[in-house]
């Protein structure tokens, strides 16, 4: 049964906020755009929430949480948002592929962002996929704190 009485995820105020940590850190490292900015947070909220590739973000605790992840990123990863925003950022890929996925974030921290990065991920029903050509950067909010990391991709294909 849909719920036609619970809002948007993208006018939570704290989505709100988040999706501009997104969009302006991810301007600040690579100099471009994730999306078309237009002035209005909830509708750029909303864009990146329904944007035809994968946005998928954690914070900054030792064992990180993932905080973000839009449409794409929930249908890929098999999972509704408020299971998805209690999930630890690690169980995204593997136990195999979790040394490789610590090392690319460290890469990240440090440069800021990475592009090019390629990896096997698993969604929560354990179907696993290989992610092409993503750009990993770091989130900073307002002040220029770090308070987590990103990652989009447009590309990924299912593993046999």
Do not use: C
């Not at 999306?35 to 990180?64: C, M, N, W, Y």
């Not at 050509?133 to 593993?159: E, Y």
């Amino acid at each position: 049964m849909v719920r036609n009485d619970i809002p948007p995820i993208w006018t939570n105020p704290s989505v709100l906020a988040w999706s501009q940590y997104l969009l302006n850190s991810f301007r600040r490292w690579t100099g471009r755009d994730l999306i078309a900015r237009f002035g209005s947070k909830q509708g750029e909220a909303e864009a990146l929430f329904g944007a035809p590739f994968v946005v998928v973000s954690h914070g900054t605790e030792p064992d990180p949480i993932l905080n973000y992840g839009n449409q794409a990123a929930l249908r890929l990863w098999e999972m509704d948002w408020d299971r998805f925003i209690r999930t630890p950022s690690r169980m995204t890929a593997e136990p195999v592929h979790q040394e490789e996925r610590r090392r690319i974030l460290a890469v990240a921290q440090e440069r800021g962002y990475v592009e090019g990065y390629r990896g096997i991920r698993i969604s929560a029903t354990g179907r696993r996929f290989l992610v092409t050509d993503a750009i990993l950067w770091n989130v900073l909010d307002d002040h220029d704190r770090l308070v987590g990391q990103a990652a989009m991709f447009r590309t990924w294909r299912d593993m046999h």
